[in-house]
């Protein structure tokens, strides 16, 4: 179980105290929501901001681009400090190719799907990613509720990795406490994205440690045992 605080909702006026303080709760992953003002009606932070950050921390840097021209950015991530690039299954037809760029650039792959968007989309991607992110609340701004009618996506997410032995992980974000977590944990997800609910607490650490635990105590019992990277 791997839970990734989302930097989208830390202070913006301190990122390099934020990412102490992150890599100080004992998370594995920070996850990096990058938006362009075009793919979602919001814009967050650039390549400049990973790059400063990168020293501060160990800690996997899991870059989500909410971005219509990922093709410009895949570089400037990479070197900036990327260790996985997930790019979004609406992009259609451009998605093989930009696997394929992120793979060149020795990084992680990853795919997410957007709320409306069928999980069959990503279907035919499976065998070349290396983590699959259900989005759960429409992509934008950190804070909103949790989309409960999403949970079937995880499980057929789930059933479809089992079925076929694959290993890529399940990703969960947005609006994922220490409740919601739980849901999506009893079936098949393994990655925790959450901005708001681990951000906003004090103790950071606590938040996280409390969260794995809750999360660890769920999992569905014939979950693939060698599932998932780290
Ligand atoms: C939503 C982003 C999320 C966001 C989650 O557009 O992709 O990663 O940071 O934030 P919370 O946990 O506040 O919903
Ligand atoms: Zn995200």
Redesign the pocket.
């Known amino acids: 179980m791997i839970i990734a605080p989302?930097l989208?909702?830390c202070d913006f006026g301190s990122f390099a105290k934020e990412t102490v303080r992150a890599q100080k709760s004992g998370a594995e992953w920070l996850?990096l929501?990058i938006?362009d003002g075009h793919f979602?009606p919001n814009i967050s932070f650039g390549p400049e901001v990973v790059r400063v950050i990168r020293p501060l921390t160990k800690m996997t840097f899991d870059v989500?681009l909410?971005c219509s021209k990922p093709e410009i950015l895949l570089e400037p991530f990479a070197k900036a400090g990327a260790n996985s690039i997930t790019v979004h299954v609406e992009l259609a037809e451009r998605v093989p190719q930009l696997f394929w760029k992120i793979r060149s650039l020795g990084l992680r792959v990853g795919l997410a799907v957007n709320p409306p968007t069928a999980i069959a989309n990503a279907e035919p991607h499976l065998d070349q990613i290396d983590l699959l992110l259900i989005?759960t609340?429409n992509?934008?701004?950190?804070?909103?509720p949790f989309i409960h009618e999403m949970l079937p996506k995880i499980q057929q997410a789930a059933a479809w990795r089992r079925e076929r032995r694959l290993r890529y992980r399940l990703e969960v974000?947005?609006?994922?406490t220490q409740q919601t977590a739980i849901e999506c944990a009893r079936v098949g997800a393994d990655t925790f994205?959450?901005?708001?609910?681990l951000f906003g607490h004090r103790q950071l650490g606590r938040a996280v440690k409390k969260m794995r635990e809750a999360v660890a105590a769920c999992a569905p019992k014939d979950r693939s045992p060698e599932s998932g990277l780290n």
């Open positions: 989302s989208l909702a996850h929501d938006m979602v989500h909410m989005m609340v992509p934008g701004f950190g804070g909103q974000d947005g609006g994922i994205v959450s901005g708001t609910a």
